[in-house]
């Protein structure tokens, strides 16, 4: 896939799309007087993360961000660091669940995002963002984010949020507006802001989501977007104005039961489309991943059949889908096998599956070709007969 750069556009990279001083980072998400209060202070945020160390490079503690994260947790010991990445205490962890989920909700760590890139990807999004932060409170077991930072690989906040939007302003203004409409967006330029986190997550943390949904509902050529297993109402306090896109994933409950550890369930995944909907937001699906086991043809039947049953118009409407069929790992299938071993029943297919290597070395497993044509040939048919409203923007 490659970019469609403006011709007619400077390719200063201090040529920002507005002002600097505009940004407006720092602002605290506060409700408006008199409405609920905020989900991150309720009791079921706090059991998504209960933070009691916070491991921190000083520059990270001491930023405006860092210091609004270090209020949120006045509790938790903070334990200075060099590097985010080089926390020997955090390595470890392997096989041992209790620990691993402990650690994802016990602690997180503060950093500043030294490299800047965005990346072209061309299926979920044109490009991928810097991320501002990595790692996840939540255990899907099936869960490629890589594990850096031991096996919980609990969440790093980056404090540099005004950086990485400036980057993204820079990369913007080169760019120019998108020339042609391709599959990830008619219009716009779309960013995965979540390559490696949770956004949904990441907001009981810290207001770095919000600053960049704010700064995407001021770039009419930009869309941000992210897929999330989580739902998290403060989201909607938020004025994305269209210009965010939030991916519920979903699969069948069975798989979610058994597969997606500490999520929220998939029916309040699909409950929540039409309020993100109605707060300004654009709601996709991913169709993720697919897991081939007996029955499943069935079970996304029955799951197609609920989300025509329940979502409303409105959604359905501007509604499309990623359909991503499960890829594995080794390493991760002798890991998981130390700790939820009945996942592996179903994740580790070797009859179905092939090997491949993957950018890093390891030996990535995913359905064979004639299978995985197969399946989504499959699963096609079912979103046809079933939700036949939901465009499938692709499938791999
Ligand atoms: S929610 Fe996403 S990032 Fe978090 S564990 Fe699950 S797959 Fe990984």
Redesign the pocket.
Known sequence: MGAHPHPGRPADPQDALFALDDLDTGRELRPAAGARPLFRDAPAARRMLSVRVIHAEPAAAASARGRQVLARFPDAEVVPVPSHWGIPDLHGNAGNIDRWVRTKSEVLVLGEKKTLTTRPNGRSADWIAPGAANG?A???A??Y?PRRKGYANPVTVFTNIDRIIAHLSRHLARLGPKAEANQCDPAAWVYDIGEN??CSVDALISDNVADLVRAFARWPAAKASFAT??VNPDLLLLEPRGRTRVRFSVMPQADSRLL?IR?SPVESRIAAAGDFLEAGYEVHFNLSPVVLRPGWERDWGHLLQQMDDVLPGAVKAQAAAEVIMLTHNEGLHDLNLGWHPRAEEVLWQPGLQQPKRSENGSWNVRYRNGVKARAVETLRALVAARAPWLRIRYAF
Do not use: E, I, P, Q
């Open positions: 996840c939540m255990a899907c099936y869960c984010v986190s949770d297993k989580f997606d999520t």
